[in-house]
Nanobody, 124 residues
Framework: QVQLVESGGGLVQPGDSLRLSCAASGRILTDAGMGWFRQAPGREREFVATINSSGRTTYYVDSVKGRFTISRDNAKNTLYLQMNSLKPDDTALYYC?????????????????WGRGTQVTVSS
């Protein structure tokens, strides 16, 4: 089993930055894609960003392109999401997820393991 634990969320003002982290433990998958999703109250969980197993390839939802950066440190078994120029619409519970595979994943159904989420609230 793989355990994923997110951290780094909080309450910030519009325009501020946050860096989310996701620590993986357990039976770490050597060839595993990872991603960030988010879910706001009353809405479905939506894709935010994904990164392949090597960290060389990334993909983002249009609404965060140019503001968010996904990265990973495989030596530390940690996934990151740097979020800049935050907007109130970015307010949500942010989830880290992992799937077996070498490619990218932008769909909830592709993922095998999920964290419990970290809350990000953007408000003035």
């Amino acid at each position: 089993q793989v355990q994923l634990v997110e951290s780094g969320g909080g309450l910030v003002q519009p325009g501020d930055s946050l860096r989310l982290s996701c620590a993986a433990s357990g039976r770490i998958l050597t060839d595993a894609g990872m991603g960030w999703f988010r879910q706001a109250p009353g809405r479905e969980r939506e894709f935010v960003a994904t990164i392949n197993s090597s960290g060389r390839t990334t993909y983002y939802v249009d609404s965060v392109k140019g503001r968010f950066t996904i990265s990973r440190d495989n030596a530390k078994n940690t996934l990151y999401l740097q979020m800049n120029s935050l907007k109130p619409d970015d307010t949500a519970l942010y989830y880290c997820a992992m799937f077996r595979g070498l490619g990218l994943g932008d769909n909830v159904s592709q993922y095998d393991y999920w964290g419990r989420g970290t809350q990000v609230t953007v408000s003035s």
